[in-house]
């Protein structure tokens, strides 16, 4: 699922994924995101990732996953920009 979250920001909700392979996946966007605009207008992105299991509470849950997935991008652009934070829950 993907849907706009703020300004310039997106949200991707992935399903089925293993949490260890969570930042890879992030990765991998930041990079195709890089190369895919490198002959056009240079583009970086920084991400932001949280992952872990939605229990009971779904709302609950999501609201966890979405509070240190949105300070990420703030965290990687304090590291130098176009990079990947990620946090397990």
Request: aromatic share 6%; with cysteine; glycine share 12%.
């Amino acid at each position: 699922v993907l849907g706009r979250y703020g300004g310039e920001e997106f949200i991707i909700l992935f399903s089925g994924i293993q949490a260890d392979r969570i930042y890879q996946l992030g990765e991998k966007i930041r990079e195709m995101v890089e190369e895919e605009t490198a002959d056009h207008i240079p583009l970086t992105v920084s991400i932001g990732i949280s992952a872990g299991n939605v229990g009971d509470s779904v709302e609950e849950d999501m609201m966890e996953f979405i509070k240190p997935a949105d300070a990420g991008p703030s965290s990687a652009k304090d590291s130098g920009k176009n990079q990947v934070s990620c946090r397990l829950i």
